[in-house]
T-cell receptor, first 114, second 113 residues
Framework: GENVEQHPSTLSVQEGDSAVIKCTYSDSASNYFPWYKQELGKRPQLIIDIRSNVGEKKDQRIAVTLNKTAKHFSLHITETQPEDSAVYFCASPNGSSNTGKLIFGQGTTLQVKP | NAGVTQTPKFQVLKTGQSMTLQCAQDMNHNSMYWYRQDPGMGLRLIYYSASEGTTDKGEVPNGYNVSRLNKREFSLRLESAAPSQTSVYFC????????????FGSGTRLTVV
């Protein structure tokens, strides 16, 4: 089955700096890669996703890049702000994407220092 | 439009007790999921239901059962709770076929003593 590895487990940056979180996956057939943000005590929320037919997708200060050859995808946050502090999870489909099952990475705790 | 609603929000059980976690969605989603979240381990799939009337095991199904009561409701049952089941449980449902993102419920924090 699919395996998703996420790094780093913790990341601390100064406000205004960029943050990058990387995930690797094992199933070359995987075709959908979402990122979720979970604030302390809250539910995970989808912030951006990418499909395997594109290499990059941007939404304001966040972007996701995908390297299918190397089987890794990354979340980029520019001009970080204190409200970006949260746990971020990457995910990849487990088995047939029609079931919607996702395998999640272990999570990255991002701390943005004011 | 409440999205995905989970009850209860908090629960403490004694070892061996049983309980059912409730989940309901009002977005007319076909697929629903139960995940557990433990520190340093991300979210792990317990059971899922791709459509009304069907359920399947995920990564960590042992000790749990589920019921897809109708299209809106998907419950998770612990028949004999164990301390290893202490966790935060999230229910989720999925948007339409062209968009695979989940909508999560607010979670149930369960402690088994």
């Amino acid at each position: 089955g699919e395996n998703v590895e996420q790094h780093p487990s913790t990341l601390s940056v100064q406000e205004g700096d960029s943050a990058v979180i990387k995930c690797t996956y094992s199933d070359s057939a995987s075709n959908y890669f979402p990122w979720y943000k979970q604030e302390l005590g809250k539910r995970p929320q989808l912030i951006i996703d990418i499909r395997s037919n594109v290499g990059e997708k941007k939404d304001q200060r966040i972007a996701v890049t995908l390297n299918k050859t190397a089987k890794h995808f990354s979340l980029h946050i520019t001009e970080t702000q204190p409200e970006d502090s949260a746990v971020y999870f990457c995910a990849s489909p487990n088995g047939s994407s029609n079931t919607g099952k996702l395998i999640f990475g272990q999570g990255t705790t991002l701390q943005v220092k004011p | 439009n409440a999205g995905v609603t989970q009850t209860p929000k908090f629960q403490v059980l004694k070892t061996g007790q049983s309980m059912t976690l409730q989940c309901a969605q009002d977005m007319n989603h076909n697929s629903m999921y139960w995940y557990r979240q433990d520190p340093g381990m991300g979210l792990r799939l317990i059971y899922y239901s791709a459509s009304e009337g069907t359920t399947d095991k995920g990564e960590v199904p042992n000790g749990y059962n589920v019921s897809r009561l109708n299209k809106r409701e998907f419950s998770l049952r612990l028949e004999s709770a164990a301390p290893s089941q202490t966790s935060v449980y999230f229910c989720a449902s999925r948007m339409d076929r062209d968009r695979n993102g989940y909508t999560f419920g607010s979670g149930t924090r369960l402690t088994v003593v």
